[in-house]
């Protein structure tokens, strides 16, 4: 026999589900390619494992948009830590130069 106690505040348990069902608003776009180029996106997206080239282009467009902001701001960051190309600023003019902006 199994006793459950019941309580008027059970624990709240991490609900993992929800982060499966995370759902992306996306919009179509239209996109008129060559046809050598089509061609040769259909060749490279079946050699490579993609299923289509929709899935191509958008591992493409990922690649170029995060993964080079990404390296873009690691070198900023960078240079600012080495104080390289840093505007310094008191409180009265960084409160101008960012009203300025």
């Not at 199994?2 to 996306?26: A, D, E, G, S, W």
């Not at 046809?35 to 993609?50: I, M, T, V």
């Amino acid at each position: 026999m199994i006793l459950i106690k019941k309580t008027k505040n059970p624990p709240k348990h991490l609900n993992t589900l929800k982060y499966f069902n995370v759902r992306m608003q996306t919009t179509q776009i239209s996109l008129t390619l060559s046809e050598p180029l089509l061609q040769a996106s259909k060749e490279y997206s079946q050699e490579y494992g993609y299923r289509t080239i929709q899935e191509l282009i958008i591992d493409l467009l990922r690649q170029k948009v995060i993964m080079e902001n990404a390296t873009r701001y690691h070198e900023i960051e960078t240079r600012m830590k080495k104080n390289i190309g840093v505007k310094k600023f008191n409180q009265k003019d960084a409160l101008s130069y960012i009203r300025g902006l």
